[in-house]
């Protein structure tokens, strides 16, 4: 068989496949290779950040490939020893046939190459979703205020308050990271005349491609948090008034329209992009021990995480309670659409759904911060469940860690920021909050430590007491376990356990806090260990 699309190097990875071998490229022909027509090298070149290639380059490392005979069969690339790794499943044609794209992908992304599928995927949700349409905040909250786009064809935007519109109206949101260049946004001074017209000139490309997409699904209005929230009101009111609400903004969204791909306001929610590095790879196989021969689809493992997890605003810490809390999300990447719900995931190269093994983790967080909390305690008392209990803190613990992975723009942000989903989670454990902790168990979530080998970092100003996860500007590594422990069985006692809030909202930005334990003293030694250049300690 032969796949003529491909350099000869890559033709020998599908002639005869091996559990281990090294490929035939170096690191000068892989470059050539992926610039002159090899779709599977254009495609792992691609996927090197330019650190990476530059790295590899500049020290000749060597290519690794191997075969991994698991239950899905595997590809992987191995750039030197630890600068970079790429991984693909082999999927035999005929399993994913009813789920893979049968068309062309376009040059871009603009509306008029992807509406319809859009359109497709927004409907069928909408239609025939259950658990996507049950879901929305049990509080009758709402933002403030939306941007009205209009309800003829052209996009004639205006600020509006949702307290003059009529019961029932459906808003979209969006995610968008602000960046370094300045967007407009709504001041005490021009709120009146955005409440006539958004002037046209001062809207960044990214808005103005997100309501197009308002438009083009039939909606009316979007609520944008730079348009929609007072950025200047005296002592910062209004923001902390919305802020409040955040966690029923989102969920009593329709959909949200995620700028996944854009750095900031320039790059807009379209890209024009290469259809060969997006387009699925097909490969022929011959007849070996690992695999049956036949027509397999070569698909980046990584798919979700190099364009949704990684991308831009990605390192927004907002964005990590805007997407979990919200029912539906339409993903604008640089590379392609993404879809997520309750219910799917799906991008343009699997408009049907993705295979299982290429699918997002998040659909345990889904699961967490949407349970049937009742029913749950049912299942528990007929021994169906567990400690559902146990399951929320091990929930809160996975946002906390995605979360501390994110920036913020203002470090005083760092709980409001996560307001949204510490209200959820409080719904649910029915608990007091105290600086991102919880009351009961609090001996074990004290024991959070900072992720890798990076110093601990304080912010420049108080955030937290030092007890507190959030008190370092740092990725953090939860407990590994929530014990289902009773006082007798913990070492320590809380004596006293205070925390002061702004405005007194106990999920909000933290002022003071101070934590008194009785417990036993060990005496103890730290060793300080210096590496040498071999990596060993002295």
Same mark, same amino acid.
């Given at each position: 068989m032969e796949n003529e699309d491909l350099c000869q190097a890559c033709q020998a990875l599908f002639v005869e496949v091996k559990d281990h071998q090294m490929y035939r490229h170096t690191l000068g022909g892989f470059s050539e290779s992926a610039t002159n027509g090899c779709r599977f090298c254009a495609i792992r070149w691609d996927r090197l950040s330019r650190e990476q290639r530059n790295e590899i380059v500049k020290h000749e490392h060597r290519i690794e490939v191997r075969h991994w005979k698991t239950r899905q069969p595997m590809l992987r690339f191995r750039y030197g020893s630890l600068v970079a790794t790429l991984e693909f499943l082999l999927f035999p044609i005929e399993d994913v046939k009813d789920l893979v794209c049968t068309t062309v992908v376009a040059s871009s992304t603009r509306l008029s190459e992807s509406w319809p599928q859009i359109k497709r995927w927004y409907e069928d949700c909408l239609q025939n979703h259950s658990r996507c349409r049950s879901l929305s905040s049990s509080e009758n909250m709402y933002p403030a205020r939306l941007i009205d786009v209009g309800c003829g064809q052209e996009v004639e935007p205006r600020l509006c308050e949702t307290s003059n519109l009529k019961v029932g109206f459906?808003?979209?949101?969006?995610?968008?990271?602000?960046?370094?260049?300045?967007?407009?946004?709504?001041?005490?001074?021009?709120?009146?005349?955005?409440?006539?017209?958004?002037?046209?000139?001062?809207?960044?490309?990214?808005?103005?491609?997100?309501?197009?997409?308002?438009?083009?699904?039939?909606?009316?209005?979007?609520?944008?948090?730079?348009?929609?929230?007072?950025?200047?009101?005296?002592?910062?009111?209004?923001?902390?008034?919305?802020?409040?609400?955040?966690?029923?903004?989102?969920?009593?969204?329709?959909?949200?329209?995620?700028? !996944?791909? #854009?750095?900031?306001?320039?790059?807009?929610?379209? =890209?024009?992009?290469?259809?060969? *590095?997006? &387009?699925?790879?097909?490969?022929?196989i011959a007849e070996s021990e690992e695999l049956t021969r036949g027509t397999y689809l070569c698909v980046d493992w990584d798919i979700w995480s190099s364009n949704i997890n990684n991308a831009p605003l990605a390192r927004r810490a907002w964005v990590v309670q805007e997407r979990l809390l919200s029912k539906r999300v339409i993903h604008f990447s640089q590379r392609q659409i993404f879809w997520e719900c309750r219910e799917r995931q799906t991008c343009e190269i699997f408009?049907?759904?993705?295979?299982?093994?290429?699918?997002?983790?998040?659909?345990?967080?889904?699961?967490?911060?949407?349970?049937?909390?009742?029913?749950?305690?049912?299942?528990?008392?007929?021994?169906?469940?567990?400690?559902?209990?146990?399951?929320?803190?091990?929930?809160?613990?996975?946002?906390?860690?995605?979360? !501390?992975? #994110?920036?913020?723009?203002?470090?005083?942000?760092? =709980?409001?920021?996560?307001?949204? *989903?510490? &209200?959820?989670?409080?719904?649910?454990?029915?608990?007091?909050?105290?600086?991102?902790l919880w009351e009961k168990h609090l001996a074990d979530q004290l024991l959070w430590s900072p992720a890798g080998s990076q110093g601990m970092v304080k912010p420049q100003k108080y955030i937290a007491p030092s007890w507190s996860w959030a008190s370092f500007v740092v990725p953090i590594k939860s407990p590994c376990l929530i014990r289902d422990t009773t006082d007798d069985n913990t070492l320590i006692q809380i004596v006293d356990l205070d925390v002061q809030t702004i405005n007194d909202h106990p999920l909000s930005q933290v002022t003071s806090g101070s934590?008194?334990?009785?417990?036993?003293?060990?005496?103890?030694?730290?060793w300080k260990e210096i590496l040498d250049g071999g990596g060993w300690a002295k």
């Amino acid at each position: 068989m032969e796949n003529e699309d491909l350099c000869q190097a890559c033709q020998a990875l599908f002639v005869e496949v091996k559990d281990h071998q090294m490929y035939r490229h170096t690191l000068g022909g892989f470059s050539e290779s992926a610039t002159n027509g090899c779709r599977f090298c254009a495609i792992r070149w691609d996927r090197l950040s330019r650190e990476q290639r530059n790295e590899i380059v500049k020290h000749e490392h060597r290519i690794e490939v191997r075969h991994w005979k698991t239950r899905q069969p595997m590809l992987r690339f191995r750039y030197g020893s630890l600068v970079a790794t790429l991984e693909f499943l082999l999927f035999p044609i005929e399993d994913v046939k009813d789920l893979v794209c049968t068309t062309v992908v376009a040059s871009s992304t603009r509306l008029s190459e992807s509406w319809p599928q859009i359109k497709r995927w927004y409907e069928d949700c909408l239609q025939n979703h259950s658990r996507c349409r049950s879901l929305s905040s049990s509080e009758n909250m709402y933002p403030a205020r939306l941007i009205d786009v209009g309800c003829g064809q052209e996009v004639e935007p205006r600020l509006c308050e949702t307290s003059n519109l009529k019961v029932g109206f459906r808003y979209l949101t969006l995610s968008h990271r602000w960046g370094d260049h300045r967007i407009l946004c709504l001041r005490t001074d021009n709120i009146e005349q955005m409440r006539r017209k958004v002037l046209e000139p001062a809207i960044s490309k990214t808005f103005k491609e997100a309501m197009l997409v308002v438009k083009a699904l039939g909606e009316r209005y979007i609520w944008i948090d730079s348009l929609c929230i007072i950025q200047d009101s005296p002592n910062r009111s209004d923001w902390f008034e919305e802020s409040t609400k955040m966690h029923a903004i989102y969920a009593n969204a329709f959909c949200n329209i995620s700028a !996944t791909g #854009a750095v900031d306001g320039r790059d807009g929610c379209f =890209f024009d992009r290469s259809p060969l *590095l997006v &387009q699925p790879l097909r490969v022929e196989i011959a007849e070996s021990e690992e695999l049956t021969r036949g027509t397999y689809l070569c698909v980046d493992w990584d798919i979700w995480s190099s364009n949704i997890n990684n991308a831009p605003l990605a390192r927004r810490a907002w964005v990590v309670q805007e997407r979990l809390l919200s029912k539906r999300v339409i993903h604008f990447s640089q590379r392609q659409i993404f879809w997520e719900c309750r219910e799917r995931q799906t991008c343009e190269i699997f408009p049907h759904g993705m295979p299982p093994q290429l699918q997002q983790s998040h659909e345990a967080i889904y699961k967490g911060i949407d349970p049937d909390v009742e029913g749950a305690r049912a299942r528990e008392r007929r021994g169906l469940v567990s400690h559902p209990e146990l399951n929320v803190y091990e929930l809160w613990n996975s946002i906390v860690e995605a979360y !501390t992975q #994110a920036s913020l723009t203002m470090e005083d942000d760092k =709980f409001v920021a996560i307001m949204g *989903l510490a &209200q959820r989670i409080q719904e649910l454990l029915k608990q007091r909050y105290f600086a991102g902790l919880w009351e009961k168990h609090l001996a074990d979530q004290l024991l959070w430590s900072p992720a890798g080998s990076q110093g601990m970092v304080k912010p420049q100003k108080y955030i937290a007491p030092s007890w507190s996860w959030a008190s370092f500007v740092v990725p953090i590594k939860s407990p590994c376990l929530i014990r289902d422990t009773t006082d007798d069985n913990t070492l320590i006692q809380i004596v006293d356990l205070d925390v002061q809030t702004i405005n007194d909202h106990p999920l909000s930005q933290v002022t003071s806090g101070s934590l008194t334990l009785r417990g036993s003293l060990v005496r103890g030694r730290i060793w300080k260990e210096i590496l040498d250049g071999g990596g060993w300690a002295k």
